[in-house]
């Protein structure tokens, strides 16, 4: 039965949260709040957060920075997934990807359309890997980053979390959580 195994040891995992918005501000970015709020709560460590234009050319040179830098093992994105003229998160981000996780997107949308129906449809949430760094692209609503952490990301990211967690595919932490 899938869970986690409280005889095992917690590894944190070190993180970004980017958020993409042409409006908010770090005073009144509440998705990237509860991102980095829940992040930190589960024992993960913040190493950087930003708030860039929903740009092309902005999200990659964040991102870009942020994947030399070896201590960040997963990013998380909130914004930029709809379907608004400015809404280019998956442009910016897909082409840096060298696998998408599409098991994200279908976890992710099940969850949704518990909470706000068919609206999910309006979401390109999806994940994927470049590099060794996992890169997890969420809704800009903080709904939909409380869908996306609560009972997914923080299980995924829990090295403890059986069968497997994204831990076992770190490459610091492959013999660790095989």
């Known amino acids: 039965m899938p869970g986690i195994a409280p005889d095992l040891p917690f590894h944190p995992l070190g993180m970004a949260v980017l958020t993409i918005s042409d409006t908010r501000s770090l005073e009144t970015d509440t998705s990237g709040g509860l991102l980095v709020e829940r992040l930190v709560a589960a024992g993960h460590v913040l190493h950087d957060r930003a708030i860039v ?13 942020w994947l030399e830098q ?11 997934t709809g379907f608004s003229p400015r809404d280019n ?6 082409p840096l990807l060298r696998r998408e996780m599409d098991g ?14 068919v ?36 299980l995924e ?14 490459p610091r932490l492959r013999d660790v959580c095989a």
């Open 70 to 80: 070896r201590e960040i093992e997963v990013i998380l994105t909130t914004g930029g």
């Open 157 to 170: 990211f829990d090295s403890r979390h059986k069968p497997c967690s994204i831990a076992g595919a770190l």
């Open 53 to 65: 234009k929903d740009d092309i050319p902005a999200i990659r040179v964040c991102l870009e920075s």
């Open 89 to 94: 998160t998956p442009e910016a981000v897909k």
């Open 104 to 117: 994200f997107s279908v976890a992710f949308h099940q969850k949704s359309l518990m909470t706000v129906g």
């Open 119 to 154: 609206a999910s449809m309006q979401s390109r949430a999806f994940a994927g890997q470049a590099g060794d760094t996992f890169i997890f692209c969420i809704p800009g609503s903080t709904g939909a980053c409380r869908d996306a952490w609560d009972g997914l990301l923080e």
